[in-house]
RNA sequence: GCCCCCGUAGCCCAACCGGCAGAGGCAGCCGCCUUAAAAGCGGCACAGUGUGGGUUCGAGCCCCACCGGGGGCACCA
């Protein structure tokens, strides 16, 4: 336990640092970790949020899936959000800051199977754990809003939402070629296929697989997710934007269409109709119902063994660029409705089924990939210009268009890369699709009063993955009878990606306990959008892009009147060591339970928070939690060293360390609008320092009232960061109970200025001379004294002064020869 | 191949609207304190901003090209 050399109440002017009881930093967290569950001090207030009597700040950071303990990656970021959200408290917003945890997915089903258990086992225990590490982090969240994803009460609305979409047709089924981990025994999303064409979850090679499944309709939305980036950009890091508008793919051109001789025309999407004269042949994807539609008979065995032979390339060996151009004739000819030339089709594989119309006009003239076919298939080249001349592109791609559009063959369109979203999985752990399949009626909603579809219960072997659901497996559960007939009908088997959950987890924050709606549309308006999201570059594209897709589609059911949810948003680097990022293989992990031992909970947040900017990777073994624990001993240490009662006038104070304390209060505020965290611990530093040589200075010394406007503006600067520490500095300093509802120091705008500043005084750019002038000094004033100084008069000898820029009262440059 | 971000002391990083390159820290060195050590305190040193041009009175900052690193997209027509 702390014991202070004199007690707050009771000062007793010793002035020495030395004797100094040690800060024990085990039975402060003890000390603290039981007075904050009474002061219960983060509660978010929806009646002050609704009265609009204060203004509202919704800080959101992800909220964890439940694998395991906390790891120095979630200690990262909540030390970081912590700084924002306690911050905005002290500004006077009423903070909304909630967590919970993203609790269905994978790893506890595969858990369930190894351990013959159901997976809520492994789920709620891990939960159970990550709360306790939570709680002893010392985070400033409020714990009364807490949820979980597999609870029946979340998925209840997860289901309803999804039933709400397909009334608006944003959720349909369809039959397509999906991705398919053959691992995790699922399809997959786009989004969740890296760009090596392995499963983002388990890095399993994914394959197609021609499958009915259940589709977001997130297409709909393309050109809106585009263009609120724009909007955006200011308040998001901006590698994620990119990574957005390079998902979503926007590229302008035009459908063209080609007559074939008893056949429906080719429809294809091209960005460069003005090269459509140099189209000499068209090309098909090979996998395409297009390609077999068109095949002569003489043709189709050839085209059959070609789709052999492509079938068996996996997809890491399609996605290769340099591979040899393949391809196979169809046997028909179009006409080329700009020249009509009679050009033949083809088939091949560097054309893509479900990219565009999965068709292309080929000009090999101008497009490399469609040189090298028709160099290797010996078809003709037709130049439309000289590639090394000038060449108005854009005049001639609208120039084409009109042309195209007047000869009824085509118009200018917009494609985008972007596709639905795959929803349906074929695994235990997820929100079951509130969907009744009948032999009479089809598919039928489950009535809402029927919702939540609970997950029957099945656990170890049962989950087992055998490519088709495990719910298939339930028969009980899946024979229900049909709502709409009462005929016999089964329900739908598959279960919801994970990430719908996720989509709008931070909407049931709001009213996580409102048994008859999804969420409360006037606590939305009152505290919606989100004003900060912090999370992981990994969400870049997934998560992040799903969640604005599920807003837009909210928005559209008059339910919010916002258009995008998260109105700014940082991602945080990775904690890495020594150069690589941590894993069991490298022996290379840092556990975060060890070092929280080691220096405790206020050593390991300041090291995170004051290693790099937020976005940087931060290197363990760049930093040291030692130093941090010194610093923050030496802040303690500060506040038992001040001797003047609490509310003393600070005015009487010395005044250097006042402007000190007043442009570090100032400058801070800035930097932590900015997100410069690592800036604010650097000028907390600085004014430690500044503190302790008052101090020590016996003309100063701890009784001085600037010193103790000093040191509570340190804890209240600290409380951001070490918030234990900082709670023992305010009460060393006499205050109660918390210094989490202590004011932000208020800046006196005249202790940020100086009596006198440094003007410099350049000759060519380059520093002759410095003067100590007034801060308001005139820039005539300036330069007249610039130029009476005797150094600058000796270099100006024999010189003409040809111009004299003044920026007063920095800086004065002489322009002379 | 296209797009985005970043290169500042040995290391992690500051630097406002273009205005004296250095705030903070790590590691290092030297002192003070101490019987000694630890803790604490004080001090020192280290770069001219990846390279080459340009704009400007003045460039780490703006523009162009290149080099290096990171990321996104990619046979996407």
Not at 259 to 288: C, Y
Request: overall charge negative; proline content about 6%.
């Amino acid at each position: 336990m702390s014991t202070p050399v004199q007690s707050p109440e009771n000062p007793s002017g010793h002035e020495s640092t030395q004797d100094v009881a040690t800060y024990d930093v085990e039975a402060t967290q003890a000390k603290w970790l039981e007075r904050w569950d009474a002061l219960d001090l983060f509660r978010a207030d929806d009646a002050v949020a609704l009265s609009g009597e204060k203004p509202t700040y919704y800080a959101l950071t992800m909220f964890p899936y439940p694998s395991g303990d906390l790891h120095m990656g979630h200690a990262e970021v909540m030390a970081l959000h912590d700084v924002v959200a306690r911050y905005k408290k002290f500004r006077g917003f009423e903070v909304l800051n909630p967590m919970g945890w993203d609790s269905f997915g994978l790893p506890a089903e595969n858990a369930a199977i190894k351990r013959d258990e159901h997976p809520a086992v492994y789920t709620y225990a891990n939960i159970e754990t990550q709360y306790d590490s939570f709680k002893k982090y010392g985070l400033a969240f409020d714990w009364n809003r807490r949820l979980h994803t597999s609870d029946p009460e979340y998925y209840r609305w997860t289901q309803w939402l999804f039933l709400k979409f397909r009334e608006q047709g944003l959720a349909y089924r369809k039959n397509s070629p999906v991705n398919w981990c053959p691992n995790d025994q699922t399809v997959l999303a786009n989004e969740q296929v890296l760009g090596d064409g392995t499963c983002e979850r388990c890095g399993a090679e994914v394959t197609k697989k021609e499958l009915t499944q259940w589709y977001f309709k997130t297409t709909h939305y393309a050109q809106e997710l585009l263009d609120c980036l724009d909007d955006l950009q200011d308040n998001w890091i901006a590698k994620v934007a990119n990574a957005q508008r390079n998902w979503i793919g926007r590229s302008e051109g035009a459908h063209v269409s080609f007559d074939v001789a008893g056949h429906e025309p080719i429809k294809v999407f091209t960005t460069r109709p003005d090269t459509l004269p140099g189209a000499t042949f068209m090309v098909v994807a090979a996998d395409a119902k297009l390609a077999a539609s068109l095949v002569t008979d003489a043709q189709r065995p050839a085209l059959e063994a070609y789709l052999d032979e492509v079938k068996k390339a996996s997809d890491i060996d399609r996605l290769a660029t340099d591979r040899p151009k393949t391809g196979v004739d169809l046997g028909v000819t179009a006409t080329n409705p700009l020249t009509g030339a009679q050009i033949p089709v083809w088939a091949s594989d560097y054309v893509l089924a479900d990219y565009g119309t999965g068709a292309i006009m080929a000009v090999p003239a101008h497009d490399e990939r469609d040189r090298e076919f028709a160099e290797k298939f010996g078809l003709p080249v037709v130049s439309v210009y000289d590639e090394d001349a000038a060449y108005d592109k854009a005049a001639e791609i609208s120039s084409a268009i009109a042309k195209i559009e007047a000869s009824g063959h085509g118009e200018g369109t917009i494609n985008y890369r972007l596709r639905d979203w795959l929803l349906s999985r074929q695994r235990y752990w997820g929100a079951p699709i509130p969907i009744i399949h009948c032999p009479v009626d089809g598919e039928v909603a489950v009535p809402e009063d029927q919702l939540p579809v609970v997950l029957p219960e099945l656990s170890g072997a049962a989950l087992k993955p055998k490519g088709t659901s495990p719910l298939g497996g339930a028969t009980e559960w899946v024979n229900v009878a049909c709502p709409t007939c009462g005929g016999p009908a089964q329900r739908d088997t598959d279960t919801m990606d994970t990430f719908v959950d996720s989509s709008w987890y931070f909407f049931r924050y709001l009213s996580p306990n409102d048994d008859t709606q999804a969420f409360d549309p006037a606590l939305a308006e009152a505290w919606g959008p989100v004003d900060f999201y912090l999370g992981g570059d990994e969400h870049a594209v997934l998560h992040l892009l799903y969640s604005r897709f599920f807003t837009k589609a909210l928005r559209d059911m008059g339910l919010i009147t916002w258009d995008e949810p998260f109105s700014s948003y940082l991602s945080q680097g990775k904690v890495i060591n020594n150069g690589k990022k941590m894993s069991k293989s490298l022996g290379n992990g840092i556990n975060l339970g060890e070092q929280i031992e080691k220096f405790g909970v206020d050593a390991v947040r300041l090291t995170l928070v004051f290693a790099s900017p937020p976005e940087d990777n931060i290197d363990w073994a760049d930093v040291s939690p030692e130093a941090s624990l010194k610093f923050i001993k030496r802040a303690w240490r500060l506040a038992g060293d001040v001797t003047s009662s609490p509310g003393i006038d600070p005015a009487s104070g010395d005044v250097a360390l006042r402007r000190v304390t007043h442009k570090t209060i100032h400058e801070c505020a800035d930097l932590l609008e900015r997100h410069r965290f690592n800036v604010v611990v650097a000028r907390t530093m600085e004014l430690v320092n500044a503190t302790r040589k008052a101090i020590d200075n016996p003309s100063i010394g701890g009784a001085d009232a600037a010193v103790r406007e000093a040191v509570e503006a340190v804890a209240i600067l600290l409380s951001l960061v070490t918030p234990y520490a900082a709670e023992e500095m305010w009460e060393l300093l006499g205050h109660a109970p918390s210094v989490a509802q202590a004011a932000w120091p208020t800046v006196d705008e005249a202790l940020l200025v100086d009596d006198t500043v440094t003007a410099v005084v350049q000759i060519q750019g380059k520093v002759r001379g410095r003067l100590e002038v007034s801060p308001s000094i005139s820039e005539a004033d300036l330069e007249a004294a610039a130029l009476a100084d005797p150094a600058v008069q000796r270099a100006l000898e024999g010189k003409t002064v040809r111009k004299v820029i003044v920026r007063a009262p920095k800086l004065v440059n002489i322009v002379a020869g």
